[in-house]
């Protein structure tokens, strides 16, 4: 079945390093996304790409970089990891929308711990 | 600016009761509101959606409502089950439908 992957799955970091999450999608898909979800905050929108060549910022863009490698790839950096970038990051897909939006699809989420 | 309100951040109900989450959203020109369910360690899946040129939609125990005057929406679950304990997220679309601005969640616990 055509998916969204994430790796790595889980990565504990300390203060300062440099990080990188990577999406992976077979569905074809033009647009992805970044998010990250913090207990009571929900899901919040870092970047976008809406083809390779198309990089966007999202709500809380600071502290993190995009790269759009190929309509099938999307990596996410953290160029200086700070403890309260520890988080759940999920990566997602879609269709571009057509009059209104579409279903994002999402992956099965990185689980950052920073130190 | 970019915002939606969820309520209540947890709920819950006897197993056979109702449950009901709402949102509100900021922006006037938004025009579709899907509701994500996300099991403990799963990642979020889209449950149901409405776009605004509808007032409800029903799928088996799962309806969405509509009111785009008052700018909200809400999640209603019927003969709740266990199954359905889970965090539900609602999201609206913004700047057209570029993207989605979700709420912050709700933590629905079914009690046997």
């Known amino acids: 079945d055509a998916d969204v992957t994430q790796t790595p799955r889980n990565r504990i970091t300390k203060t300062g390093k440099r990080i990188m999450l990577e999406c992976s999608q077979t569905?074809?898909?033009?647009?992805m996304y970044w998010y990250r979800q913090d207990p009571g905050l929900g899901l919040r929108l870092i970047y976008y790409?809406?083809?390779?060549?198309?990089?966007n910022k999202g709500e809380i863009s600071d502290g993190y970089s995009v790269s759009r490698q190929a309509q099938a790839k999307f990596s996410l950096s953290l160029e200086s990891a700070i403890p309260n970038q520890t988080a759940l990051y999920f990566c997602?897909?879609?269709?571009?929308?057509?009059?209104?939006?579409?279903?994002?699809?999402f992956g099965p989420g990185t689980r950052l711990t920073v130190l | 600016g970019e915002n939606v309100e969820q309520h209540p951040s947890t709920l819950s109900v006897q197993e056979g009761d109702s449950a009901v989450i709402k949102c509100t959203y900021s922006?006037?020109?938004?025009?579709?509101f899907p509701w994500y369910k996300q099991e403990l360690g799963k990642r979020p899946q889209l449950i149901i959606d409405?776009?605004?040129?509808?007032g409800e939609k029903k799928d088996q125990r799962i309806a969405v409502t509509l009111n785009k005057t008052a700018k909200h929406f809400s999640l209603h679950i019927t003969e709740t089950q266990p199954e359905d304990s889970a965090v539900y997220f609602c999201a609206a679309s913004f700047r057209g439908a570029q993207k989605l601005v979700f709420g912050q969640g709700t933590r629905l616990t079914i009690n046997p």
């Open positions: 409405i776009r605004s040129n509808v």
């Open positions: 922006d006037s020109a938004s025009n579709y």
């Open positions: 569905k074809g898909h033009d647009r």
């Open positions: 997602a897909t879609s269709d571009p929308p057509r009059s209104s939006g579409v279903e994002q699809f």
């Open positions: 790409s809406f083809d390779v060549k198309d990089i």
